[in-house]
C-alpha cells in the first residue's frame, strides 16, 4: 500500500537559498512512481509555491501552516484571518517598529521598511553574502495597502523571545511560531489558531485515508505538529534540536541529498 508523504519545503526540500536539489526532485518522482503520494506541508500559502516546486510533480498542498489544504487541485479546506484581525495585527507590529509581510492566497505584501530590514536576517537564512530581498521574494507587492481580507497568516522580522511572548499576549486567540532552520529563528509568526497537524487531519479525513500510513519530513519547530500528526517522522541533518528530539529518524542536510537518503532507507524508492 503507498504512503502519504508530506514534505516541507524549505530546508526540507529546498535549501535556503530557494534551491532544489536535483536528487530531492528525482526521490519525489521516484516515489509517486512507487505509488506514494506526496504533499507539500509547510509554512507557506499558495502564493508562495512556485510553478518550480508545482512541476517537481506532487498530489497537492497543506499550506499555511495547516490554514490551506488543497489535493489534486481541489480546495478542501481554507482558515484565514480576518480583516480586523489583520488591521489590529499590522498596527501592532508597526507600534513595535517590527517589519513584516502578509501571506495570502493571491501574494505577499511587505511593509514599508521590510526590504531593507530583510537583507541582514536573509543572509543568516541563506549562509549566502550575495542573496537579495528581491531575489528570495521575487513576487513580492510592494507599496501596496495592507488593509486586506485574505490573508493566511504574518511574518515579521524576529528580533527577541520578548516579541514573541508580547504577541501571543497581545493577540491570545491566534497561533504564534518562529522559523528559520539552523539559524534559529529570525521569523515569527501570526496566523490563526491551526497547524499542520490540523491540515493533516483535514485531507485525512477527505481521502479517508489510515494515519497508519504517513510519513512527514521537515526541519523546524513548525514541523512538531506534522510530526505529530503523522506515523513516522523524519528531520533533516539541519533541523531545530527539539525537531530531532522529536524524530524516528534523523537523514543528511537538504545540501546533501538528505531527502533522497531518506526515501531510500524507508524504501519507498530504490538506492
Known sequence: MGKLLFVD???????????????????IRQARANGHRVYLSSGRSSAEVTSQLWDIGVDGLIGANGGYVESAQESVYHRRMSGEETRNAVKWLYDRGLEFYLESNNGLYASSGFREAAEPVLAKLSERADVTVDGMYPDMFWDESLDREDVNKISYIFKSEADLEAAREAFPELEHTTWGGAAGPLFGTIGVSVNKKVGVDRLLKYLNADR????????????????????????????????????????????????RKAFVKLELIDA
Not at 9 to 27: C, F, K, M, Q, R
Open 212 to 259: 497508519a500510513n504517513t510519513i512527514a519530513f521537515g526541519d523546524s519547530d513548525e514541523d512538531l505538529s506534522l510530526f505529530e500528526a503523522s506515523a513516522y517522522g523524519v528531520a533533516m541533518g539541519e533541523a531545530s534540536a527539539s525537531l530531532k528530539a522529536a524524530a524516528d529518524l534523523v537523514t543528511d542536510p537538504v545540501s546533501q541529498d538528505g531527502l
Open 9 to 27: 519545503i524549505g530546508g526540507t526540500l529546498l535549501d535556503y537559498s530557494n534551491e532544489v536539489p536535483h536528487s530531492a526532485i528525482d526521490a
